[in-house]
């Protein structure tokens, strides 16, 4: 794996942990924490240079599912209110859900990345 690879999921292990650990203030911890710690998890294990294709497919399956689920009916009118409200709490669900839509698409994105590269590892030594 290139050192550029390592490094990535490195920051995005640390970052999934912090994510986790901001979970902990939410309505509903117990939900959200796991997902960002099982993240964390995939990346810890990316760095090591293992991509578990099977749970890694899964895990992306079900980000973008959870993500299609909770997308909000406008992107720009949630932006707005963030913007104009001037700081992170939450005073709204919709605020809540479209939060935890873009989490989960960053969780997926991430999850791509290795799962390419463990399908490009999986394709360099088939014979």
């Known amino acids: 794996m290139k050192p550029y690879f390592k490094y990535f999921f490195i920051f995005w292990f640390f970052a999934f942990l912090l994510f986790a650990y901001w979970q902990l203030n939410d309505p509903d ?3 959200w ?3 960002y710690i099982a993240a964390a998890i995939f990346s810890a294990l990316a760095v090591k240079g293992k991509h578990p294709m099977i749970p890694l497919t899964i895990a992306i399956i079900a980000c973008l599912i959870g993500a ?3 997308f909000p009916d ?8 963030e913007v104009e409200q001037k700081d992170l709490s939450m005073k709204t ?3 809540e859900e479209a939060r935890e839509t ?3 698409l960053i969780i997926a994105a991430v999850l791509a990345v290795s799962a390419y590269l463990g399908w490009k590892k999986h394709q360099i030594t088939k014979p």
């Open 29 to 31: 911890p117990e939900i």
């Open 33 to 35: 924490a796991p997902i």
């Open 68 to 70: 299609f689920y909770f």
């Open 74 to 81: 406008s992107v720009s009118e949630w932006i707005s209110y």
């Open 93 to 95: 669900q919709e605020s």
């Open 102 to 104: 873009f989490g989960l």
